[in-house]
Structure formats: structure tokens, C-alpha cells
């Protein structure tokens, strides 16, 4: 039998029959590969960023981007993805036409893989990925951001957003909403769905928030 047919070696998983030791090296064997995968591939650029700011990757859908893209539609200006992951929603950006476009991304694996897929593009000398914490990054003249991030960690980012960004920028978050901010525009359903906020129609609604609590006005 060749040793690199997967269908074979899967028939032969199949015909044979385990004890319990066996049983126990399969789980052992699939137990240690997950990890070498999260060790070799997840993990590094993690160790030096705090444990409630840490964010898995899991690669955008297909659908995910398209619906990015929608909410970016008729707009121009720098574009920066948070968390580029491997670098799919840059290269769907600048495809679209926004010009810089930049991946911000600490795993050195995940920008390796970003890289070589602009290169496989011919966009290698179009598209930028920098291996820099997203925390550190300043976004002053961003005028289009995106983001794929964990729920823990979009309450600190709103912060972080309302300090940096100017009033004309665009946030587009796909999986799951920004939890203080309404939306200006949702795209999609169930996992597929991405929001997009206005950071000037953001900072008004906040605005209007608190002068109708200091005026002891109800704000629905």
C-alpha cells in the first residue's frame, strides 16, 4: 500500500479492530496533533500579548468577505484589516480598489501565508501585512477597518476606535456586532452576517446620549 493514499490507510483504519490500548493511541496520536497545530500554527505572536486580549484565528467564509465588501462598496481611502489572518479580506480590498491596504497580524505562519498569497495573486507588491499587535497600532488616518475578533475583546476595541479614528471612518465587523454601538448598515445572516458603523454618526449618537441624561431625558 502507498503510505501517502489517505484512502487506503482510512479502508485500513477501517478493517481493523482496537482494544482499548489502541483505542488509546488513536486519541493520544489526534490529542497531540491538534496541539502541534495550535503550538506551530495558532500560537506564536500570542506569548507576548495578555491573556483577555489573545484572539484565535478562524479563517473568514467566502460569503464573509463578499458581504465585507458590500458594506465597503462606493468608498475609498486607506483599508486595514485587524487580525489579518491569512490575508483574504486585504486582498478582496484591494481588489475592490482601496489603496493602501494593510494586514495587521503578530502570527508569523499566518503572514507567511498572507504573503504568499498576494504573491500568487501577482498583488505581493500591492497589498502590505505587518507583523504588529493591533492593540499598539495607530489608526489616526484609516479610513476603512475591518475586524474578525472575539466578543471579549470588541468592548476594549470600541474604545480604542472612538480615541483613534477619524469621524469619516468606516468599521465593518464580521461574526459578531460591536456590543455598545448601532449599526449604520448589517449585511447577511447567522455566521455570514458583518456590520458596518460610522464613527462620526457613532460619536453623535453618544452625544445626544449624554445631553438628554444630563437634561433627565429618556433616550429610546
Known sequence: MDQDDP???????????????????VAAGTSLLAYAVWAGLLMPGFRK???????????????????????????SGKMVDLGSGDGRIVLA???????????????????????????????AQKVSYQKKDLWKVNLADCKNITVF??????????????????????????????????????????????????IGDIRQNMETRATAFLQGTPVI
Not at 486580549?53 to 479563517?59: D, E, G, R, S, W
Not at 471579549?152 to 477619524?166: D, W, Y
Open 7 to 25: 484512502g487506503e490507510a482510512m479502508a485500513e483504519l477501517q478493517d481493523r479492530h482496537f482494544g482499548g490500548l489502541g483505542i488509546l493511541q
Open 49 to 75: 500579548v495578555p491573556l483577555r486580549l489573545q484572539v484565535p484565528y478562524v479563517p473568514a467564509s467566502r460569503k464573509q468577505v463578499d458581504n465585507v465588501m458590500r458594506l465597503l462598496q462606493g468608498r
Open 149 to 198: 475578533l472575539a466578543p471579549s475583546v470588541l468592548h476594549l476595541l470600541e474604545n480604542k476606535l472612538l480615541e483613534e479614528l477619524p469621524n469619516e471612518t468606516r468599521v465593518i465587523s464580521g461574526r459578531f456586532p460591536l456590543p455598545n454601538w448601532e449599526p449604520t448598515a448589517t449585511v447577511g445572516e447567522g455566521l455570514d452576517k458583518v456590520w458596518a458603523y460610522d
Open 93 to 123: 480590498a484591494y481588489r475592490q480598489g482601496f489603496c493602501p491596504v494593510v494586514g495587521y497580524e503578530l502570527n508569523p505562519w499566518l503572514l507567511q501565508l498572507s504573503r504568499f498569497h498576494a504573491w500568487r495573486a501577482g498583488c
